[in-house]
């Protein structure tokens, strides 16, 4: 059995714990801390890892097919979504560019889940255009202060750890640095969680920064390298949240075609008719083009090409089809996929979310067209969510 497969296994073994209750946890909208205890417990944070810090040392793409698996396996997508988070947010920001001082003193705890992390990058005006990033630090001393609000951050009002994507320098691309920030820290206040359309088991609110104080050690990379960090982690976000997506996608697909050989209408189970039978074709097609984005551009990723494109494609192919396919299972469940209780539908309300967060469609087209020279500036994707 290889490591990857080893790690998808893993994540089987907690299905039950993973499931338990999550229509019930889905319609209160809140963090369901018993099941993080499960995702802490399968050792699924510690995948993309150094193994002196505690993880397992496995690449980005296996990272992926183990985040595929917890997709398929747990229906709670909002937790699977946190879980993305937490990787990425800032344990992997620190792996590439924290000095070991940052490392020692936080990734053990990141990876065990002892701490949730966040990462703030938008902001109440600025949306998907990171450019624009407002909130200030002004070096003072041996520290900085920072001042400014940020908003849909993923994990803040459970996070522990917050990296903070602020400016330090003149506007645009080349004046953001990063800070590492405990969420005691004076002056820091997190909203309380926003009642949300989908996605709801997974924390989002704001962070609001009023002369809060950072000790010039508590700084990621060097000052103005919070672009090059924010381009770098990007990447990964898409690959990761949406291997998850994926995963997800393949276990509807097998939903529906159970339900097409076991429902029958007028005499026949509906998977006899064409119009079913069709759209549960352009399931599996939808899926398998969404298998290859992802891995082919994660492999692009990893070999440290050129994936711009490949990027901006990959998380515009794979969050429509997750839409669409959703939607098109509520048709084949009839109306029990109207019902909360199949979970179908919640689905549709959890992929609406893909087409928005980690820079909206709309911005991933813009993108593509000024990488093709359609375009005079290549807009860059925050994290919109």
């Known amino acids: 059995m290889t490591a990857t497969s080893d790690t998808f296994a893993t994540v089987a073994d907690w299905a039950e714990d993973l499931n338990l209750d999550t229509a019930a946890w889905d319609a209160r909208g809140e963090f369901p801390w018993e099941k993080w205890k499960a995702i802490r417990r399968s050792g699924i944070l510690a995948v993309p890892f150094e193994r002196r810090y505690g993880g397992r040392g496995h690449s980005l793409t296996e990272t992926m097919r183990a985040l595929e698996g917890l997709g398929y396996t747990s229906r709670d997508a909002g937790l699977n979504f946190s879980t993305s988070t937490q990787i990425v947010s800032v344990g992997l920001v620190l792996q590439a560019f924290g000095d070991e001082g940052l490392r020692s ?8 889940g002892e701490v949730i992390t966040a990462h703030a990058i938008t902001e109440p005006t600025n949306g998907s255009d990171a450019t624009g990033i407002a909130t200030t630090a002004r070096r003072d001393g041996d520290d900085y202060v920072l001042d400014g609000e940020k908003m849909f951050i993923t994990n803040a009002p459970v996070a522990d ?68 960090i924010l381009d770098h982690i990007m990447k990964r976000e898409i690959l990761l949240s949406f291997s998850i997506t994926l995963g997800e996608m393949t276990h509807r697909l097998e939903r529906c075609v159970r339900q097409a050989r076991t429902r ?6 509906i998977g ?50 997750n839409l669409r396919t959703a939607l098109d299972a509520v048709q084949v469940f009839g109306g029990a996929g109207y019902l909360t209780g199949t979970g179908v539908e919640a ?16 911005v991933q087209r813009n993108r593509i067209a000024s990488l093709l020279g359609l375009r005079p500036t290549a807009p860059r994707g925050g994290h919109g969510a």
């Not at 689905?347 to 709309?362: C, F, H, L, M």
């Open 105 to 112: 003193a936080h990734l053990p705890k990141i990876i065990s």
């Open 161 to 228: 750890l917050i990296l903070l994507y602020v400016r330090t320098g003149e506007p645009g691309p080349f004046g953001l640095s990063c800070f590492l920030v405990d969420r005691d820290t004076p002056g820091l206040r997190i909203g309380e969680p926003l009642d949300k359309m989908g996605l709801r088991t997974s924390p989002l609110g704001a962070v609001t920064l009023d002369g809060v104080r950072v000790p010039v050690s508590r700084r990621v990379g060097q000052e103005g390298a919070g672009f090059l």
């Open 264 to 269: 029958t209408q007028f005499g026949q189970p």
């Open 272 to 321: 006899g008719f064409q119009a079913v039978s069709h759209k549960i074709a352009d399931m599996k097609i939808a899926v398998e083009t969404a298998r290859k984005w992802l891995y082919d551009t994660g492999a692009k990723v990893e070999a440290g090409q050129d994936a711009a494109i490949d990027v901006a494609a990959t998380k515009t192919v794979v969050s429509e089809a």
């Open 347 to 362: 689905d549709v309300r959890n992929a609406v979310g893909g087409t928005i967060y980690s820079g909206t469609n709309e």
